[in-house]
């Protein structure tokens, strides 16, 4: 087994050149220095043993109770296998496994040819299934990143489900503290659509979203909250353009004479309604008191499909398609992130590091089915740290 693995590692180093495999992870810095997670940066310690026991203590993170019978005792803190006070933030793995194909040709050709076989095709061939991999595994972790800011900002919380986890742990909330007075589900007529259908026949008829939000940060204000903007996804702000009352209110805004109209709701609407989006969105802005930015940020997950009996992408919100967020400008939080644990002495895999030390991305070798993987592997969790002026606002069905 392991001439088996030292000649498939003797011939991936060809594709690698003269660079190490941590130097050729190293390439990918550049390109995914950049996070995607405005707000949050990297916390600069790098957690030994972050366990899920620490998190409760220092962050009030809250599990769902059990449901038992009335004249059952309570059971210890657990989901399946992931107990409090032995394991650690959730980890995140996925891995790619290389063109076992093209590499049992390849070998076949090494082991018969020598280096006669290694030609700059061969090279470029293996160079290209391991950048493939590689690039993949993590921009995969930066979605994942991503993910995990908006439903933070958007929810207040972040919540492992069958919805953005469905091959993995469930039922898992981690709850931030963000205060029950700064939250809102608005019911009835008071909900700016009262159905999924963001139509006017089904507007609540007492809704009035700029004014809703121009209270909410006026209310702020005085409060002492720091300076901040509203957050929104894309397709609930596309839609509020469209609002009747949002229309009326941006149309009496630019064209005051529309007041002393006959039917000054009328005639203000169709005057916004000519307007640009860019033109809506200042004045948006301006009567609300604050920045608002959409989020248009899409994720994709794994899950099994029963009508083909396969694994399929399915592609969901990664801000709450209902909810409108406040956040503070500037740093809200850190991501947290444990150190992933690597036996270096291992032959059947070799090791790099990405983002630090928070990542582990291992090339493995399986020898039961002489394959290659390329793995990836991060425990990391974004954390606000001001989350009592952070606020979340459901307006709509």
Not at 51 to 77: C, M, N
Not at 244 to 258: D, N, T
Request: glycine residues 6%; contains cysteine; neutral net charge.
């Amino acid at each position: 087994m392991r001439t088996m693995v030292k000649n498939y590692y003797d011939l991936l180093t060809v594709g690698l050149g003269s660079f190490s495999f941590q130097q050729f992870v190293d390439r990918f810095q550049e390109k995914y220095n950049a996070l995607q997670t405005d707000g949050f940066g990297w916390d600069p310690e790098i957690q030994l043993d972050y366990t899920y026991e620490q998190l409760i203590a220092s962050l009030g993170i809250v599990t769902l109770p059990v449901y038992v019978d009335v004249d059952s005792e309570g059971l210890d803190k657990s989901l399946g296998e992931f107990k409090v006070g032995s394991n650690k933030i959730p980890t995140q793995k996925h891995r790619y496994p290389m063109n076992a194909k093209m590499l049992r040709e390849r070998m076949i050709m090494f082991q018969r040819f020598g280096d006669a076989s290694l030609t700059p095709a061969t090279r470029t061939a293996l160079l290209d299934m391991l950048f493939e991999s590689t690039d993949k595994l993590l921009a995969g972790n930066r979605n994942a990143l991503t993910h995990q800011r908006m439903r933070v900002v958007s929810t207040g919380q972040f919540t492992i489900d069958i919805t953005n986890n469905p091959r993995g742990l469930k039922g898992l909330t981690f709850d931030f503290g963000v205060p029950s007075e700064n939250k809102e589900t608005l019911s009835g007529e008071n909900r700016w659509w009262k159905t999924t259908t963001h139509t006017a026949g089904n507007e609540g008829t007492t809704s009035d979203p700029l004014l809703f939000l121009k209270d909410k940060r006026k209310a702020m204000r005085k409060k002492g909250f720091p300076a901040g903007h509203f957050e929104i996804a894309s397709d609930l702000f596309d839609d509020m353009l469209t609002h009747s009352k949002v229309l009326e209110r941006i149309g009496l805004s630019l064209y005051p004479m529309a007041a002393s109209a006959t039917n000054p709701g009328s005639a203000a609407q169709g005057y916004a309604t000519n307007l640009t989006d860019d033109a809506k969105r200042s004045a948006i802005e301006r009567i609300i008191g604050c920045p608002i930015v959409p989020r248009d940020s899409l994720a994709a997950v794994e899950k099994f499909d029963e009508e083909s009996k396969s694994i399929k992408a399915t592609t969901i919100e990664n801000f709450n398609p209902l909810n409108v967020s406040f956040v503070p400008d500037g740093q809200i939080g850190t991501i947290k992130s444990v150190q992933p644990m690597v036996f270096t002495d291992d032959p059947t895999q070799r090791v790099a590091w990405f983002d630090g030390g928070r990542t582990l991305i291992t090339q493995r070798f399986e020898s039961k089915t002489k394959s290659m993987y390329v793995e990836s592997e991060m425990a990391v969790l974004c954390v606000p740290n001001s989350p009592q002026y952070m606020c979340v606002y459901t307006v709509t069905a």
